[in-house]
């Protein structure tokens, strides 16, 4: 489970990166 919460905001993260 806390994979998966982990992995959501590594993907959100890398999201604000590419927008930055």
Sequence with gaps: ???QHLHFV????SL???QH
Excluded at 10 to 13: D, F, L
């Design 16 to 18: 604000h990166l590419q």
């Design 1 to 3: 489970m806390n994979r």
């Design 10 to 13: 590594r993907c959100e993260e």
